[in-house]
């Protein structure tokens, strides 16, 4: 079955979100009011060594003791784009130290890690064999608090969790309403130390979100306000978050962003940006952000046929005089307008726009293309993704 294309109209959608968010800079270190409303009282940190080793764990694991709860211990190990071993470590390091939830505090690796682990922490079984996929989750889960450092994946909102699996060489889904993190804390300052790289390629990951959010299959008037605020957003602030790092203002308003766009994706899905970014991520180890960052204008052009309109009414958010243009002028100068931006990330701080200056190698380009074709996200692309069209994209991408 095909979805129809939300250009189309809609005659039914729902929305639901489980998560309360909180946003203050400064938020993570002391959330002692949102701690004495759960009843979990002992917690596992779950992080990655730079925030072990930086002292910002520490800072959050003070503040989870100064309001009185008890953290029974940090795992630091995870790494970027986490593996099922991490996850299982993780899970048992809960299980050992008796907690009653988790806080995650990272980038998406942190909180897809602490997110899957609390799967089989809360309720036993084989995490890939019982859970990957959707809807596998039974029941509610143990608290998680989920505190983001980068301004990309919005996992702190979402249902899923991605996670690579060393046996099969691919990144696996988790998709459940019970995964959604119970508290997001969102603390710009956390942010104030990501490398200018980093900022670029998680902001791209959050553009991406927005855009294919809007032009899914699956939106919804809910997702498309989001999603739009979250275009206008980023398109104003990221490039000023890359150059000037310090500046609190662009950093809060790049993780609003992520944040509405993290809402907007996990409510109306996304397409074959990500599905070849999936591909791309488990075959040739590119980062989420950075495959997500080369791919997006070139599945802007895959859908612009059947999305012109929507395209069309993204432009001003992404910063076209659209006066006196034809819907179809104004799709592509959309399109054109991502290619800027990637052009300016790429000027002032090296970001790639090719897959060949990523580390994908011309021959991993078929696997590529079969990989997304099978991939979840083209499901919900308004245009149906076929191995010969979207080889031809990665292509153009390489
Ligand atoms: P990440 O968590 O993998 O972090 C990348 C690197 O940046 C790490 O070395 C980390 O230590 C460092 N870092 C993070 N925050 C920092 C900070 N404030 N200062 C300095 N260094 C910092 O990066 P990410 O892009 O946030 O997450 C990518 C992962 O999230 C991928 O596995 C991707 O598949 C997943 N993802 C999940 C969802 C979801 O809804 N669950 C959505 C999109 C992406």
Known sequence: MRLRSASVGIDFYQFFLNTKILF???????????????????????????????????????GIEGAGAEVVGVFSEVPPNSEVEVVKRCAAAATAGGAEGIVALGGGSAMDTAKAANIVFSLGGDLVADYSGSQTIPRALNPLIAIPTTAGTGSEVTSSAVIFDEATQ???????????????????????????????????????????????????????????????LIRTHLLQAVERGEELEARSQMMIASNMAGIAFDHAMVGVVHAMSHATGGIA???????????????????????????????????VDTSGMSPADAARAAVTAVREMRAALKRVCGLPDRLRDAGVAEGQLEEIAATAVEDGASFFNPREVTFDEVLKKIREAY
């Not at 002391?30 to 060594?49: G, H, I, M, W, Y």
């Not at 696996?172 to 104030?192: G, I, K, V, Y």
């Not at 997500?292 to 910063?319: C, D, F, K, Q, T």
């Open 24 to 62: 203050q800079p400064g938020i993570s270190r002391d959330f002692s009011n949102e701690l004495a409303q759960l009843t979990a009282r002992k917690f596992l940190l779950v992080t990655d060594p730079f925030f072990a080793e930086n002292g910002v764990a520490d800072a959050v694991r003070a």
């Open 285 to 319: 180890h590119v980062p989420h952000g950075l495959a997500n960052s080369i791919y997006l204008p070139y599945g802007m052009e895959y859908n612009l046929e059947v999305a012109a309109e929507r395209y069309a009414g993204l432009a001003r958010r992404l910063g």
């Open 170 to 232: 691919r990144k696996l889904s988790f998709n459940d309403a019970f995964l959604r993190p119970q508290l997001a804390l969102l603390d710009p300052e956390l942010t104030l130390s990501l490398p200018p790289k980093a900022t670029a390629m998680t902001g791209m990951d959050a553009l991406t979100h927005a855009i294919e959010a809007y032009t899914s299959a699956q939106a919804n008037p809910m997702s498309d306000a989001l999603a739009m605020k979250a275009v206008k």
